[in-house]
């Protein structure tokens, strides 16, 4: 199983970023995908979730309306649009899937928003 982030880098405040989370050697379409960041200095926290079948999707409030999860089952790949971002969105952003209770995480991408 291998998941590749991609689409990090360094905008300014207010400026946007799509990652990309792109899984294979895996059902992809068996699970649900989540995103999740790591701030400098602080523990992982939850970032969005979408669903394997219908499609809906969950955040916290901290980016909800800034943030849109998505998946291309066809493409096995999930995307992260972040928008209006702010200097406390700087963070490592990874992404996970399940099976069997079993988690799968990327090896994260950097974002850094800074003016």
């Known amino acids: 199983v291998q998941l590749v982030e991609s689409g990090g880098g360094s905008v300014q405040p207010g400026g946007a970023l799509t990652l990309s989370c792109a899984v294979s050697?895996?059902?992809?379409?068996?699970?649900?995908v989540s995103w999740y960041r790591q701030p400098p200095g602080k523990g992982r926290e939850w970032v969005a979730s979408?669903?394997?079948?219908?499609?809906?999707?969950y955040y916290p409030d901290s980016v909800k309306g800034r943030f849109t999860i998505s998946r291309d089952n066809a493409k096995k790949t999930a995307y992260l649009q972040m928008n209006s971002l702010k200097t406390k969105d700087t963070a490592v952003y990874s992404c996970?899937?399940?099976?069997?209770?079993?988690?799968?995480w990327g090896q994260g991408t950097q974002v850094t928003v800074s003016s």
């Open positions: 996970k899937v399940q099976d069997h209770g079993q988690d799968y």
């Open positions: 050697g895996f059902p992809f379409t068996s699970s649900a």
């Open positions: 979408i669903t394997r079948s219908n499609g809906n999707t």
